[in-house]
């Protein structure tokens, strides 16, 4: 399992069943990342999320899926693109 200071690629069908923080994500072509829809999950990320494949986040109605960028300052892009 990657770690905070990990890219994750994923190249196949993965399912995150617990949050986890990753350095970014690459999901590739044919890949697929998919948020367990019974478990309450956040994926973390201090860089970009790449999707070249498919991100699947449908909660069911008792769970909370998050995809959380860390440590972003919003009003620096937002001065990037006025």
Not at 25 to 48: C, D, Q, R, W, Y
């Amino acid at each position: 399992m990657p770690g905070p200071n990990d890219v994750a690629t994923v190249s196949g069908s993965v399912v995150l069943d617990v949050s986890a923080r990753v350095a970014g994500v690459v999901i590739e072509p044919g890949g697929a990342l998919i948020f367990e829809p019974t478990n309450s999950v956040a994926l973390e990320s201090i860089g970009n999320v790449v999707v070249k494949g498919l991100l699947t986040m449908r909660p069911s109605t008792s769970a909370v899926h998050r995809l959380v960028f860390v440590d972003v300052d919003e009003a620096a892009l937002a001065r990037a693109n006025p």
